[in-house]
């Protein structure tokens, strides 16, 4: 089992697993049963860890074999930086939080093997790093770039649907759905291998993931290679970055001009704004109620006190519906981005990886992995006998 994997990247894996999990030297050498300096010539790979030894560590790190042997050098590890960051937690929710730093380790590597193997690299297109001065308004500006992103994106000012798809396709970020504790919106780590890999609460509804990606993505604009965790915080005066990344994903969700020609549509065709046109227009929008009534309140369309009205208000959904609101698009709720998931089964299809790897690969049983690949080929092989091209196929737009 052992014979094929080089000492060095191993020990580094094994290495990583360690500190992760927070056990010293000392504590794994008396689970292994071995002296310490036959511990560290296996971290440092020196001596080849025995198949016994791999699974024992294995357990003890709360780690799967499949983690510690893959044969490919380690990515630069995402989770020293962001652990720094997990502090304000305790009990389950810390655990749950460091469980989740770890996974998203584990998928990028994952992601980085699959594109090695089918020579498939991602195609990074971002934006030049943003610089915050002392003096400048971080709203301000967080609105400006988001702007201005759009417009290099050549997205105009109208609703994002696919925002996740288009987001992973055209800029080169991942985004992967994980359980996080609920104050969590999400995560954001960034190297120079893997480019910018974002996390996000997969139990919070999808507007508010929506809106959490492009945090994570407008802190990454001014923070590119500072890894960070974005907390739920009711705190009156934020960090400029917070207020910048607050702004840029608030404005490029809901561009003022777009925001503001919709509204006035409304009041001049009925001569009124209620409750069931602030709906229609927050999920035109792909946002909740009140993101819209407070972007509409933040440009001046309507007062707080307007806002209390309508947030008291009460309306059947059936009478919204009647009133022409869009029905809601099908939701991503996949844990994996879309290409991820597409080079998975690609490189199941090919029989590049087996029934076990690909389970592995998302994160379930053999059955269900299979229906997964089923279901992401279906599309693949409609649209494949239409004429299209399969290396440039994109899966069907879905509300991220």
């Avoid at 389970?359 to 049983?365: E, F, G, I």
């Amino acid at each position: 089992m052992v014979n094929w994997i080089d000492p060095r990247i191993l020990g580094q894996r094994i290495a990583e697993a360690r500190r992760a999990r927070g056990k010293t030297q000392e504590e794994v050498c008396e689970h292994l049963g071995c002296s310490r300096p036959t511990y560290i010539a296996i971290e440092k790979g020196e001596r080849q860890a025995k198949a016994n030894e791999i699974v024992k560590l294995a357990t003890f790190f709360g780690r799967n074999v499949h983690d510690l042997v893959r044969p490919t050098e380690p990515v630069v590890g995402l989770q020293p930086a962001l652990r720094a960051g997990a502090d304000r937690l305790k009990g389950s929710d810390a655990e749950q939080l460091n469980a989740a730093i770890d996974e998203l380790q584990r998928l990028a590597e994952d992601y980085r093997d699959l594109e090695r193997m089918l020579n498939a690299p991602l195609r990074f297109n971002y934006p030049a790093e943003i610089s915050l001065g002392p003096r400048v308004d971080a709203s301000q500006l967080g609105e400006g770039a988001a702007a201005q992103e759009r417009q290099r994106l050549g997205l105009g000012d109208q609703p994002v649907m696919s925002l996740r798809s288009m987001l992973e396709w055209d800029v080169g970020l991942r985004i992967f759905y994980w359980e996080l504790p609920s104050t969590v919106a999400g995560m954001y780590a960034s190297t120079a291998d893997l480019g910018c890999c974002i996390l996000v609460n997969r139990k919070h509804p999808p507007e508010r993931r929506r809106l959490s990606i492009l945090r994570e993505y407008g802190h990454l604009l001014v923070d590119r290679f500072k890894p960070g965790i974005d907390y739920l915080s009711a705190s009156r005066r934020k960090p400029a970055k917070e207020r910048f990344a607050e702004a840029f994903a608030t404005s490029f969700l809901m561009p003022a001009t777009s925001v503001r020609q919709r509204f006035n549509d409304i009041v001049n065709t009925t001569g009124d704004f209620q409750v069931a046109d602030l709906r229609r227009l927050s999920q035109s929008y792909v946002v909740s109620t009140e993101a819209m009534a407070l972007r509409l309140e933040q440009l001046g369309l309507i007062s707080k006190t307007n806002w209390r009205f309508l947030k008291e208000s009460r309306v059947a959904p059936g009478q919204v519906e009647e009133r022409g609101v869009l029905r809601p698009q099908p939701i991503d709720d996949q844990p994996f981005p879309e290409r991820y998931l597409f080079l998975a089964v690609h490189a199941y299809e090919r029989e590049e990886i087996g029934d076990s790897d690909l389970a592995h690969l998302l994160r379930t049983d053999i059955v269900t992995a299979r229906e997964l690949a089923a279901n992401t080929l279906r599309p693949l092989v409609a649209a494949s006998s239409g004429g299209a091209s399969g290396s440039s196929l994109r899966p069907a737009a879905r509300s991220s």
